[in-house]
Nanobody, 123 residues
């Protein structure tokens, strides 16, 4: 079994900062891509930022220059530093990871998701 657990969400004023963290645990052989998505009420889930095993990153246009994604391959964690937050950033934030497991003699890769953490930006 594999589990992703997010932490760090909460209420913050406009212009403030938050750092989200996500830790993967369980029967993990390797992790390739990791990322953060968000979903606001009434909207579809959208990519916020992604990071490869080697550290290459990509960001959605609305968060470029404000958010920074990073990972620790030794700890199987991915973080999202969010600065200059505005009310449009209010959403449930989900981490995901493409995880390879060794099961018997085979290797199987699946995308796993965390349960989500709420970020609310309001004065």
């Amino acid at each position: 079994q594999v589990q992703l657990v997010e932490s760090g969400g909460g209420l913050v004023q406009p212009g403030g900062s938050l750092k989200l963290s996500c830790a993967a645990s369980g029967s993990i052989f390797s992790i390739s891509a990791m990322g953060w998505y968000r979903q606001a009420p009434g909207k579809q889930r959208e990519l916020v930022a992604g990071i490869s095993h080697g550290g290459s990153t990509n960001y959605a246009d609305p968060v470029k220059g404000r958010f920074t994604i990073s990972r620790d391959n030794a700890k199987n964690t991915v973080d999202l530093q969010m600065n200059s937050l505005n009310p449009e950033d209010t959403a449930a934030y989900f981490c995901n990871a493409d995880i390879t497991q060794k099961i018997g003699s085979g290797y199987f890769t699946n995308r796993h998701w965390g349960q989500g953490t709420q970020v609310t930006v309001s004065s």
